[in-house]
């Protein structure tokens, strides 16, 4: 499956974006779908993940209450809608998909990854 992130951009502090991560090739909804972000000189890190079988969801503690991870399974697309930006939220943002079931908080876990979507907060 290919999948392609979109929706990242330039907000100040408390805007809000939607970022977008659609499939191709295969269908989305046999895998769960992870959001990872990285900013310069960390590593990458899991901030939201969704099921594919019960949309049950995970959220990294810095993200929980501002972001919310959905999913349109007939349009192969995951959404991250992410609210009350902060500046500490700048990275860019990856999506990936992987073909376990229970939550994969490891890179390792996801065999397809999207190109990534650059999101900056400015304070």
């Known amino acids: 499956v290919q999948l392609q992130a979109s929706g990242g951009g330039l907000v100040h502090r408390g805007g809000s974006l939607r970022l977008s991560c659609a499939a191709s090739g295969d269908r989305l909804d046999y895998y769960a779908v992870g959001w990872f972000r990285q900013a310069p000189g960390k590593e990458r890190e899991l901030i939201g993940w969704?099921?594919?079988?019960?949309?049950?969801?995970y959220y990294a503690d810095s993200v929980k209450g501002r972001f919310t991870i959905s999913r349109d399974n007939a349009k192969d697309t995951v959404y991250l809608q992410m609210n009350s930006l902060k500046p500490e939220d700048t990275a860019v943002y990856y999506c990936a998909a992987s073909p376990f079931y229970q939550l994969k908080t490891g890179r390792s876990g996801y065999d397809y990854w999207g190109q990534g979507t650059q999101v900056t907060v400015s304070s």
């Open positions: 969704i099921s594919y079988r019960d949309r049950s969801t």
